[in-house]
T-cell receptor, first 105, second 116 residues
Framework: DAKTTQPPSMDCAEGRAANLPCNHS???????VYWYRQIHSQGPQYIIH???NNETNEMASLIITEDRKSSTLILPHATLRDTAVYYC??????FGKGTSLLVTP | GAVVSQHPSRVICKSGTSVKIECRSL??????MFWYRQFPKQSLMLMAT?????????EQGVEKDKFLINHASLTLSTLTVTSAHPEDSSFYIC????????????FGAGTRLSVL
């Protein structure tokens, strides 16, 4: 299974864009990139997924590089409620350690 | 849509007893359901994958006789922790995928198990 690498933690000011990077250099051509987040003591929540094109939904935008070896999740206007651990996974169901995002007032 | 209900949300039991956790897909038929365990400040660890009507596939190191999984219908999977011990105390989370949804996982809210 393709592995992902994410920074362990990031800070973001409320109202600013949060850009969360993920490296998945061993991704295969038909593997999707999925992003989930987990707020403390809750089940994870699906955010967005993509294959090769950039994607946007009501929660976030996903930018995938042309070589598909990395991607960035963008929360355009972060709020305090976006404080969570964000997981980037590739096809498989095994979650890495994710990025702990702290949104500050 | 795509709501997964997990019950109970919290359970406290004595050592040696068995605990059953239910995972239901409320508004869709789940092609596959997954069971995870999460220890404090750690990531989710996949325990097993289950499909309706067939035996669950357990990850390496997970005792199938201790963690019994039953997937009796397309909307219900259960995890039974048999003869629970304090080291089984953890946060157990289920998820489900639905047909045509590109393997997106929809998660339950989790069950906090505390074994005394």
């Amino acid at each position: 299974d393709a592995k992902t690498t994410q920074p362990p933690s990031m800070d973001c000011a409320e109202g600013r864009a949060a850009n969360l990077p993920c490296n998945h250099s061993t991704i295969s051509g038909n593997e999707y990139v999925y992003w989930y987040r987990q707020i403390h003591s809750q089940g994870p929540q699906y955010i967005i997924h993509g294959l090769k094109n950039n994607e946007t939904n009501e929660m976030a935008s996903l930018i995938i590089t042309e070589d598909r070896k990395s991607s960035t999740l963008i929360l355009p206007h972060a709020t305090l409620r976006d404080t969570a651990v964000y997981y980037c996974i590739v096809r498989a169901v095994n979650f890495g350690k994710g990025t702990s995002l702290l949104v500050t007032p | 849509g795509a709501v997964v209900s997990q019950h109970p949300s919290r359970v406290i039991c004595k050592s040696g007893t068995s605990v059953k956790i239910e995972c239901r897909s409320l508004d869709f038929q789940a092609t596959t359901m997954f069971w995870y365990r999460q220890f404090p400040k750690q990531s989710l660890m996949l325990m097993a994958t289950s499909n309706e009507g067939s035996k669950a596939t357990y990850e390496q190191g997970v005792e199938k006789d201790k963690f019994l999984i039953n997937h009796a219908s397309l909307t219900l999977s259960t995890l039974t922790v048999t003869s629970a011990h304090p080291e089984d105390s953890s946060f157990y989370i289920c998820s489900a995928t639905r047909q045509g949804a590109k393997n997106i996982q929809y998660f339950g809210a989790g069950t906090r198990l505390s074994v005394l």
